[in-house]
Structure formats: C-alpha cells, structure tokens
C-alpha cells in the first residue's frame, strides 16, 4: 500500500555532505507538507525540516545555513541536502509527510522507517 522509504543514510566524516531521499510509493495523488525528524542514541525525535506544498521551508536552528530541504513533486520524493555535518548530526533520520491518496479528501499522515547518519569525527 502507500508508504514511505528513506535512503541515502551512512557513514560521513565530519565536514562531509550526504543526501537523504524520500519516496512516496503507491497511489498518491500528491504530497502536501514533508518533513524530516531525527533521533539521536538515547534522545527523542527532533523535527530537523519541513517543505510544505507551496515550497516555503523551515528548519532548525542548529542545521541552519548547512542543510536544505528540498521535493519533486513528479516522482513524489523529497531530499535533504546536508553539508558540513558535524558528529552531533548523528541520529536516525525520519520522513514525514501529509499524502493525498484521494482526490478531494484530506491528506494522511505517514512516517517512514528511518535511516542512519553516523557523522565521524
């Protein structure tokens, strides 16, 4: 059925960039909003970025001038673009997004299974 897939995640030194996507399979219609939380070892879920439909952003002060949300709305993915990662950018890394799965109907809210960023130092 619908779901959401993370990839891109690994090991990065520090300084280094990666880029996270994330691909919304099944019947979608659309995506409204997408975001991508993080979860570092032994803290809870931190919201990192968010791209609503119309393109405006919000992020975190902390990644802040170092990473960029970004969405295709023809393929249904969004990225996260990261430079200069730092170690405390380790975390497991989670999309989020509002689907449209059915015309004229409110989105559904659906999480993806997350991928690791290991920043080393």
């Known amino acids: 059925q619908v779901q959401l897939v993370e990839s891109g995640g690994g090991l990065v030194q520090s300084g280094g960039s990666l880029r996270l996507s994330c691909a919304a399979s099944g019947r979608i219609f659309s995506i409204n909003t997408m975001s991508w939380y993080r979860q570092a070892p032994g803290k809870g879920r931190e919201l990192v970025a968010r791209?609503?439909?119309?393109?405006?952003?919000n992020y975190v002060d902390s990644v802040k001038g170092r990473f960029t949300i970004l969405r295709d709305n023809d393929k249904n993915t969004g990225y996260l673009q990261m430079n200069s990662l730092k170690p405390e950018d380790t975390a497991v890394y989670y999309c989020?997004?509002?689907?449209?799965?059915?015309?004229?109907?409110?989105?559904?809210?659906?999480w993806g299974k997350g991928t690791l960023v290991t920043v080393s130092s």
């Open positions: 989020n997004a509002d689907l449209i799965t059915t015309r004229w109907m409110p989105g559904q809210n659906y």
């Open positions: 791209i609503t439909s119309t393109g405006t952003t």
